[in-house]
Nanobody, 123 residues
Framework: VQLQASGGGLVQAGGSLRLSCAAS????????MAWFRQAPGKEREFVAA????????YYADSVKGRFTISRDYVKNTAYLQMDSLKPEDTALYLC?????????????????WGQGTQVTVSS
C-alpha cells in the first residue's frame, strides 16, 4: 500500500495539529498503522500505532495523553491528532503500515512508509 502524509506545519507551543496519512488501496483495512518521527541529528522514534481493526492503540510515553491516533476506513486514512505541542515535538513525522499477519501491530518492521510531513513547534 502506498502512503501519503500531510498536515504538518508551524505552530506555537501549546497548539494543535492533525496529521493525515492517506492510503492508496482498500487493503488499508487489513493494515495496522503507525506514526514515527525523526528530528535532525536524532534516530527515528516510534510515536503511536493503531491496530488493523482499530480496536487497539499504543503510544510512546513522551506523547501519551497529548496525541491521539485514529483511522477512517471510508477515507482509507489514518490520523494523528497532536495537542499541547512542545518544542521537543519538532520533527519530520512519517506514517507507516504493516499487514495484520506480520506480527504485533506496534512492532517493527513496517513494510510501507509515507514520505513524511514536517512539524515545527516554536517556543
Amino acid at each position: 500500500v502506498q502512503l501519503q502524509a500531510s498536515g504538518g506545519g508551524l505552530v506555537q507551543a501549546g497548539g494543535s495539529l492533525r496529521l493525515s496519512c492517506a492510503a492508496s488501496e482498500r487493503t488499508f483495512s487489513t493494515y495496522s498503522m503507525a506514526w514515527f518521527r525523526q528530528a535532525p541529528g536524532k534516530e527515528r522514534e516510534f510515536v503511536a500505532a493503531i491496530s488493523w481493526d482499530g480496536g487497539n492503540t499504543y503510544y510512546a510515553d513522551s506523547v501519551k495523553g497529548r496525541f491521539t491516533i485514529s483511522r477512517d476506513y471510508v477515507k482509507n486514512t489514518a490520523y494523528l491528532q497532536m495537542d499541547s505541542l512542545k518544542p521537543e515535538d519538532t520533527a519530520l513525522y512519517l506514517c507507516a503500515g504493516k499487514e495484520k499477519y506480520s506480527g504485533a501491530y506496534y512492532s517493527p518492521p513496517f513494510g510501507s512508509w509515507g514520505q513524511g510531513t514536517q512539524v515545527t513547534v516554536s517556543s
